[in-house]
Nanobody, 121 residues
């Protein structure tokens, strides 16, 4: 089965940086878009950044200029470089991938378990 595993979260001070990684594994035929979402306590999950197969990235307004999404198709990996962290960035960050398991199969969204990012002095 498909697994998405995030890593790179942790506790950092305001203004610090983190680099999150997400590796997709399993019998994957093709991956379309990959992205990052986050969910803070008591809030809904929100889109942070997405990079479609075509390569045009999209960011939430709250992270523009501070976050950078990228992907390595050969490794089925998506990254999120986070700079100038703010306390309001504190959340669980989830990896998402839209993919096919077989040729002509159903396009399906898969999710990772999440990695905690905490920004505090």
């Amino acid at each position: 089965q498909v697994q998405l595993v995030e890593s790179g979260g942790g506790l950092v001070q305001p203004g610090g940086s983190l680099r999150l990684s997400c590796v997709a594994s399993g019998s994957i035929f093709r991956i379309n878009a990959m992205g990052w979402y986050r969910q803070a306590p008591g809030k809904e999950r929100e889109l942070v950044a997405v990079v479609p197969s075509g390569g045009r990235t999209n960011y939430a307004d709250s992270v523009k200029g501070r976050f950078t999404i990228s992907r390595d198709n050969a490794k089925n990996t998506v990254y999120l470089q986070i700079d100038s962290l703010k306390p309001e960035d504190t959340a669980v960050y989830y990896c998402n991938a839209n993919l096919q398991l077989t040729y002509g199969g159903r396009w399906t969204d898969y999710w990772g378990q999440g990695t905690q990012v905490t920004v505090s002095s």
